[in-house]
């Protein structure tokens, strides 16, 4: 179920479908800045992680707002992740409630093992193991386990909501055929030209929401994280067919970009520290896409092709038996 604003997610909570997403956001002034105008733009949505190492600096900010009385707890959807380091049936509190205490909140709206592959744990901090030149994964990743630690943190009240981002259709099923708690979210790669609309089928079977990170390619990411093959990168806003429809409609292409996704049910977290970009991709509800629009954006969908962030960013990931991609 999906409203002009939001969707329902399984446990009857209402997530609203445009969030700020918060990745390579680690600056404290930068943040801040972010987030201040976010939430006087209207967002009430702001996705985070453990890895984006700036939990800290939203929770206090997200303190501040809701002292001020600008804001409730309750009009606020919250969600940050297990780290690949934490996927572990024994340390999935553990990273929950290190979470939780940098947020400065007693829950998390939504809580997601942040990737299907798991890697060795050496300590909170080193984020990405590496021996030998490559991600030091962790062989004996169990998503079914771990499911039964991310269940266990709704039933203690920790998380409201629990799911899983950079899963496929198989790993999902998998979970959904062992879970008492079905997830309620996956959130993954989706924009114009990966529209991946065999694994919306599937978590559309199951009544899982679904979130689309990068909806606008994520041009401005690190160097690392670039594809190494040809670029979709910067040209999601310059596609000819965007251009025309936000040409039409009085909008910018983001807005488009935006707009195409939670036309369809989506959730979209673009990421932005730009004041004047991050107002700009929340004013999306004021305007419908016609069929035609709709049409013409859903004809530029490369499949697999259209995918751009890939396990060689960290060589090694690619070896681990549960790589999604």
């Not at 599937?202 to 390619?217: M, R």
Request: aromatic share 8%.
């Amino acid at each position: 179920m999906s409203g002009e604003n939001f969707v329902v997610l399984s446990n009857g909570q209402k997530m609203p479908n445009v969030g700020l997403g918060t990745w390579l956001n680690e600056k404290k002034e930068e943040v801040e800045i972010a987030l201040n105008v976010a939430f006087d733009a209207g967002y009430r949505h702001f996705d985070t992680a453990y890895i984006y190492k700036n939990e800290a600096i939203i929770g206090d900010i997200i303190s501040g707002w809701i002292a001020s009385g600008k804001v409730t707890r309750e009009e606020l959807f919250i969600t940050t992740k297990l780290p690949t380091i934490g996927i572990d049936a024994s340390r999935v509190e553990h990273f929950l409630r290190k979470s939780l205490e940098a947020l400065k909140l007693d829950y998390v709206d939504l809580y997601l093992i942040h990737h299907a592959i798991g890697s060795k744990y050496k300590d909170d901090q080193t984020l990405f193991p590496f021996e030998d030149g490559k991600l030091a994964i962790d062989l004996t990743t169990d998503h079914v386990k771990v499911w039964g630690a991310m269940e266990a943190q709704v039933k203690a009240g920790r998380a409201k909501a629990i799911g899983v981002s950079n899963f496929n259709s198989t790993q999902i099923e998998r979970i959904v055929k062992s879970a008492e708690i079905l997830p309620a979210n996956l959130q993954v790669e989706a924009h114009i030209y990966f529209q991946q609309k065999e694994l919306r089928e599937t978590c559309k079977k199951h009544g899982i929401t679904f979130t689309a990170y990068a909806p606008l390619g994520s041009p401005n990411r690190d160097d690392k994280f670039k594809p190494k093959t040809p670029a979709v990168l910067s040209i999601l806003q310059k596609d000819p067919v965007v251009e025309a429809i936000a040409t039409r409609h009085g909008k910018t292409p983001s807005q488009i970009l935006i707009k195409f996704l939670i036309q369809h049910g989506l959730v979209a977290i673009p990421k932005s520290i730009n004041p004047e970009h991050l107002r700009e991709n929340f004013k999306v509800f004021d305007f419908t896409l016609s069929d035609t629009d709709l049409k013409e954006l859903e004809a530029l969908d490369q499949g697999n092709s259209g995918r751009t962030f890939k396990p060689a960013t960290f060589p090694g990931a690619e070896l681990h038996p549960e790589c999604p991609f």
